[in-house]
């Protein structure tokens, strides 16, 4: 059977969003009925978005229709959509070889990634890097390099952390049970402590004495993985106090501080890392999602006096393809030149405007972040602060049937994630359709009531 192939891409922005048929359209119908015949259970399906390409911040369904795209693929489409500059290197390298393997064999992409992501990366002196497939990948990885280096057995994560989900990821991981439900045993050695999110509990100093005097020495801890800003868990930015106490104390100890900024790295804060806007270098810096701007590709970031594993200890088939490692090559280049000035820009304006919609709205409990990586909290009442999930989970599918693609995290926390490209306009209509569903939905909510 022929593809059918999408509608011609808009040339203003003001062809989008516009919706041409109650989605799901009668094709996206058909493409959802297959998916579920032949794919997997676990996989969740936000909403009935059936993509068929897109511009910019802007995606188009298969019945042509158009969307403001606040997400990005969860954070990954980090140059848009048919960047003509990604596509092109794409293309590129895919024309001269797909893949020989960069574990056993040498090819100019990689030693230029690999070279590139050392001078980009914070704190001064040599970085070396180990290219992965994905985030997850990246994880596992690196607590096998720190338990390498250090010879110790434990690691440190927080309370709200994602990881990914693979095994020492999930293990890792403590925003939601139903990432570990029945995958049991673990990865063990692991220890999990309150993260700092100043909206609903600041961290307590004191519990690093609990667990150094009750639970672990800290003799015996490999490492302290931290998002420098959670993600899965709610977009929750720590103060950082936090951060750099955390850093103050590997230091004294002797454990590595990894950053996993799988999420919040590639120019989407406003800087090129998160962890700059606290003044901190990591040991080890772990990147994936909107590295290759869509293409599967990350990578763990290590200090030279680090990364002490032998040859052949650790390697990777797929790692590092050259058809991945030219759009990431693209992509840092964007970013560096214009994209992560572009999403401190944008998103200052987001923030004030999700702020004015706060004073609107007493759904809103908070509004967090930098860059494109705000959270919107709801809850049912501000003095409480309960968590209001229901109100998110109506908020996303309604957003859609107008024109524009949300995202959940946490318990009750929209993210705002959207490709670093993100205009005036997209933020603006984006906003100006939040508003109209918060509005529909508070009338939907009091019409209840009476």
């Not at 790692?319 to 998103?347: F, Y």
């Amino acid at each position: 059977m022929a593809r059918e192939t999408a509608v011609a891409m808009p040339k203003l922005e003001k062809d989008y969003p516009r919706i041409v048929v109650t989605p799901p359209g009668p094709k996206a119908k058909r493409i959802i009925a297959k998916d579920k015949e032949w794919s997997s259970p676990s996989y969740i399906k936000e909403y009935p978005l059936v993509a068929a390409g897109g511009r910019g911040a802007m995606v188009e369904d298969v019945d042509g229709n158009r969307y403001i795209d606040w997400m990005a693929g969860i954070a990954v489409s980090a140059t848009g959509y048919a960047h003509p500059k990604v596509t092109k290197a794409v293309q590129d390298a895919a024309a001269k070889f797909l893949h020989i393997c960069g574990t056993d064999f040498y090819y100019e992409s990689m030693a230029d990634l690999c070279e590139t992501l050392a001078r980009v990366s914070p704190g001064k002196g040599k970085k070396r890097v180990f290219l992965t497939n994905s985030g997850t990948e990246a994880v596992e990885g690196a607590v096998k390099l720190a338990r390498s280096h250090t010879k110790r057995p434990y690691i440190i994560s927080f309370n709200g952390a994602f990881h990914g989900r693979s095994y020492a990821a999930i293990t890792l991981s403590a925003s939601k049970v139903k990432y570990k439900a029945g995958f049991g045993p673990l990865l063990p050695g692991v220890i999990h402590m309150p993260f700092d999110d100043p909206y609903r509990a600041p961290f307590d100093p004191r519990e690093i004495d609990r667990v150094f005097h009750q639970i672990v020495s800290p003799s015996e801890v490999a490492a302290v993985i931290m998002e420098p800003i959670q993600g899965e868990g709610g977009y929750v930015m720590p103060r950082p106090e936090f951060i750099r106490m955390w850093r103050k104390i590997c230091d004294q100890h002797g454990i590595l501080l990894i950053f996993d900024e799988i999420q919040s790295g590639v120019g989407r804060t406003g800087h090129m890392w998160a962890c700059e806007h606290y003044g901190v270098d990591p040991d080890v810096l772990l990147t994936a999602k909107g590295l290759g701007s869509g293409m599967p590709i990350g990578g763990i970031i290590a200090k030279e006096s680090v990364m002490t594993w032998p040859r052949g200890s650790h390697g990777t088939t797929f790692g590092g393809n050259p058809v991945c490692c030219a759009a990431a090559l693209a992509t840092i280049d964007l970013v560096e030149n214009g994209l992560a000035a572009n999403a401190a820009k944008v998103g200052a304006k987001l923030i004030a405007g999700l702020r004015r919609l706060q004073l609107k709205h007493e759904c809103i409990g908070d509004v967090r972040g930098v860059g494109l990586m705000i959270g919107i909290e709801f809850v049912t009442d501000r003095a409480t602060k309960e968590p209001d999930h229901q109100l998110v989970v109506d908020l996303e599918q309604l957003a859609f049937t107008k024109g524009l693609l949300l995202l959940s995290c946490g318990k009750s926390t929209i993210r705002v994630a959207p490709p670093l490209v993100l205009t005036d306009y997209d933020a603006e209509k984006g906003l100006e359709i939040l508003d109209e569903c918060l509005t529909e939905l508070k009338g939907k909510k009091n019409g209840k009531k009476k």
